[in-house]
């Protein structure tokens, strides 16, 4: 009897999804945004549908897929990811994680494989969303899920992004074996409370001169820079906090947190590899079959994908504007009588979302790896 009804639960949690977070059955006009995530959402979140269809599943279209990826670009151990005999691992974690060029392919091929999952188990195709939502190199995965670029190509240009990054980091700051210190480099994240957003924001720009690198919600911006330099300028920050704050004119005490990266995301440094980036994008077709909202200002491309492709090499070395993309999904002055559905591979996008919109009843924010998983 228990088994049967876990079993009806299922089905009946499936039926839920398939209705409720993915497709059309209300009068209202639904607004649905894909997201694909940055390389600093890896987590083991990321591979477990993955994980549970080649592992318990022993299913062949994702067990083949593996095996052509790795074969595919076997500079990265591919394989040892889509696995959850040897993923996580802590050992892993530490150092091959710690390459960007190893973690870029991953998060673009994971992203792949999870919408892929979910067109299998809900029957939901992405190019049915009305909009594509990528988050950094989630822009060259958005490209690569509506088939604007091969998979192939888009992780051999992933792997490319991140040597070229590593490459730049090492022309800057290497020692004379050729080792970036793991100190040299840092991105921190500052969070505070929403009202201080165009206040604090100015400060850090404007006053402090940090390197925005990220402006991922009214509560969260992330620095980039030399580790020295970004501890120096935090130093600042919270001399100017302490003065404000008593004077009542920020509410917020900026919490810091020092991101597990050594590579300075979205930095100017990285200006001198765009050229070489850009040469490497090959694209399958120039018309999008998904609008892509661009991190680099905001602005919807409807059908140029050259235009996507050159905004995303653009904000290699200019801040992801990550709110104004959001912005622009959901108006402010929203008269519509319409529902806004926003699609996550990952726990960081959906909760950077699902803060922005936290008073907004329009909208709804969904981790479908975390509502695949009820269902399994």
Known sequence: MKSSFKIRAKKVHMNYIQKRALHVTSRLCNVVTAVCPGQGNISPHLFSLAHHQIDQLKNSKYQELIQWAQETLPEVPIAKYFSGKTYPDAVLSQNELSQTSFVQPLVLLSTYINYSIFKD??????????????????????LVVQDVISLEEG?????????LMEKALLVNTSDIHGNIPKDDWGMVALMFQDRDFKSITKVCQEDIHFNIANVNGYGQIVVSGHAAELREKIAVLDQIQKELVRSKQWRSKIRKVWLDTKVPAHHPIFNDIKEELKSMIHLKSDVLYVPVVCNLNGLVVMKNSQRVVDNFVDVTSKPVQFVKCLETIVPFKNEQDETYKFLNVSEITYGLIKRVFARNEKCEVYDLISEAEKSL
Request: no cysteine; aromatic share 12%; charged share 25%.
């Open 155 to 163: 992780l051999r240009v992933a792997y490319q992004r991140g040597k």
């Open 121 to 142: 188990m809900f029957d939901w195709d992405i190019k049915s969303a009305n909009y594509l939502l990528g988050h950094s190199l989630g822009e060259l995965s958005a």
